[in-house]
């Protein structure tokens, strides 16, 4: 079972637009929700994240928006550009069974290309 | 060197070999992870160690033995493997406390293919 659902698994948009991704979960037990960027060859970058006390996080162009009742939250990147063009993942954490670590739950990305 | 490290960055390997991965935090990190990534399927975490100790086997195949001689050292002994087993291994670390867990910080990872 998938505990956080990634979509579109691809997606393209021109220089200047609006990229949207978005994630849904069910486990309400998530407390922290950040966003990977990767590039191909490279290991995934936080981004960006968010905690469920807030509804909106903005840093330069990327946004993330989180509604708690509906348990989804999206990735916005304003202006898109073709450096922006990469592989991205949202994922989701909550402390785990084990000693005290908390884990990641990933969904299952997302390409983006930005085209000239 | 800052980050996290891996080595080596690619490997071939046939399916009789022994071989180890490498990785190496400079951040003062108390958890450390593998992670296995292959084309099209979410990132399997693999295992987890907190203070050294191993805290989570996510049900992976005895071919892959992990190791951890201390908090910034992180190795995967790989053995007698198959070629399901080509992938991208990607190794992270992260402080592991509520008020300050930031997520992982991942190395660039090992592009393994067994053939």
């Known amino acids: 079972q998938q505990q956080v659902k990634q979509s579109p698994q691809s997606l393209i948009v021109q220089k200047g637009g609006i990229s949207i991704i978005n994630c849904a979960y069910e486990n309400t037990a998530f407390d922290y929700f950040p966003w990977y960027q990767q590039f191909p060859g490279k290991g995934p970058a936080l981004l960006i994240a968010?905690?469920?006390?807030?509804s909106e996080k903005k840093e330069g162009r990327f946004t993330i928006s989180f509604n708690k009742s509906a348990k989804q939250f999206s990735l916005h990147i304003m202006d898109s550009q073709p450096g922006d063009s990469a592989t991205y993942f949202c994922a989701a954490s909550q402390p785990s069974t084990g000693a005290g670590s908390y884990q990641l739950t990933f969904g299952k990305g997302t390409k983006l290309s930005v085209i000239p | 060197e800052t980050g996290v490290t891996q080595t080596p960055r690619h490997l071939v390997m046939g399916m009789t070999n022994k071989k180890s991965l490498k990785c190496e935090q400079h951040?003062?990190?108390?958890?450390m992870y593998w992670y296995k990534q292959s084309a099209k399927k979410p990132l399997e975490l693999m295992f987890v160690?907190?203070?050294?100790?191993?805290?989570e086997n996510n049900s992976v195949p005895s071919r892959f033995s992990p190791e951890c001689p201390n908090s910034s050292h992180l190795f995967l002994h790989l053995h007698t493997l198959q070629p399901e087993d080509s992938a991208l291994y990607l190794c992270a670390s992260s402080q592991d406390e509520r008020e300050v867990f930031y997520g992982y910080t991942f190395g660039s990872g090992t592009r393994l293919t067994v053939v």
């Open positions: 968010i905690r469920p006390d807030v």
């Open positions: 160690y907190n203070f050294k100790e191993q805290t």
């Open positions: 951040l003062g990190h108390n958890a």
